[in-house]
């Protein structure tokens, strides 16, 4: 089949960006024939977060690249509608995270509906928002109109679509981001990021925002118990909020020798040099849909201690590929305290190596496929 994406792309960097990518590769892996349209303006400065939405990193090979939507332009999303409508593509997957693409995205896949050919699928990562906005129900409402069936990667966002829709709709796990080096061993790792070799780390990565638990994190670093068991903590990932109340924290309590900070955007390109240094990789999340970084860490078969809420315990294994607990601090310091004692997990490389299996781009691609296409 033709089939297009409509999402972020390069030179958009962070992990949308790199799952539209690797979406795109296990398509034609399939021997369809795929590209994406990504965005020229994906969110206005005053709007974005970070230091720049672009990255460094090369262009992926062999994957055609439309870098042509504007976010606030309205006639830009009659323009681009009226192009994609003409390419008559059979399957357009389009990405659904934030209300705020919500007018882009509606108005230019209500232009692509008319060839009357094109058939639309939502990849549909929240479809209510971490951080709520105005206007998030009717932009997404909006958008909601335009699609003929939906994937979820949590069973939370599947059951919030349900309050909206009741188009097709099936839940498939997020698959293994598998694009990343492999892992080397920890003191080749520690030595590139010229940090001790014989130290127990928990890894924290990923864009630091509010609900990602980081205040928990460092409370658990605060514990006498953690430090007297010589354990830091590697804070890996870009600030997505004011990241005074974290200095304050870290100046507070002492955490400076505690907590190694790498906040500036970590490329892909150095991804495999944090997980292959940390022992167990940490999400004291507050509130969760699914997680990319859970997919990145059986990538590189690394534990996980992560909080009971939204989909992250459908894809960590309670004792078999980590833990799950509260998300609190006394929780994280119970669960780290106990990974560290002898044979905490029994197996656990052999569960992690089988459980990532599940999550393969074939799986995800066909589950894909038959709720787009069910009668084929």
């Known amino acids: 089949m033709d089939i297009a994406i409509i999402g972020p792309a390069h030179p958009l960097r962070g992990g949308l960006a790199t799952y539209d990518e690797r979406l795109a590769k296990a398509f034609q892996d399939m021997g369809h024939t795929a590209c994406i349209y990504s965005y020229s303006l994906q969110y206005p400065s005053f709007l974005f977060p970070g230091k720049t939405q672009y990255t460094d990193d090369p262009s992926p090979k062999d994957i055609t690249i439309h870098t042509v939507i504007n976010s606030v332009n309205p006639l830009n999303w009659l323009s681009v509608g009226k192009k994609i409508k003409k390419a008559k593509h059979d399957l357009i997957v389009v990405r659904y995270w934030l209300p705020f693409m919500g007018p882009a995205l509606g108005t230019i896949l209500r232009q692509v509906k008319k060839n009357k050919h094109t058939q639309v699928l939502c990849i549909a990562d929240n479809v209510i928002p971490h951080e709520k906005r105005p206007g998030d129900t009717a932009f997404t409402k909006y958008f909601l109109k335009t699609i003929d069936s939906f994937i979820t990667m949590s069973k939370d966002v599947l059951k919030d679509l349900k309050n909206f829709t009741d188009k097709p709709a099936m839940f498939s796990a997020h698959p293994l981001y598998d694009n990343f080096e492999e892992t080397i061993g920890k003191e080749e790792a520690c030595k590139q990021l010229n940090i001790d070799t014989d130290t127990k780390y928990l890894l924290f990565f990923g864009f630091i925002r509010k609900y990602k638990g980081l205040d928990i994190m460092l409370e658990v670093m605060s514990d006498k118990r953690i430090q007297d068991a010589g354990i830091k903590l590697i804070l890996a990932g870009e600030y997505y909020e004011d990241r005074k109340p974290y200095d304050e924290l870290i100046e507070k309590n002492k955490l400076q020798d505690h907590v190694l900070q790498f906040t500036e955007f970590i490329p892909n390109s150095e991804v495999h040099y944090y997980f292959s240094a940390a022992d167990v990789v940490v999400q004291p999340y507050k509130s969760a849909t699914q997680s990319g970084i859970t997919q990145v860490a059986y990538h590189f078969e690394k534990p996980m201690i992560v909080s ?25 310091v119970d669960a ?41």
Request: a positive charge.
């Open 308 to 332: 009971n809420v939204g989909g992250l315990p459908e894809v960590v294994l309670d004792g078999k590929t980590g833990f799950v607990v509260q998300p609190d601090a006394r929780s994280f």
């Open 336 to 376: 780290i305290l106990r990974f560290y004692q002898t044979n905490s997990i029994p197996q656990m490389e052999q569960h992690l190596q089988t459980e990532k299996k599940k999550y393969s781009w074939d799986t995800f691609v066909n589950n894909l496929l038959s709720t787009a296409f069910p009668s084929k």
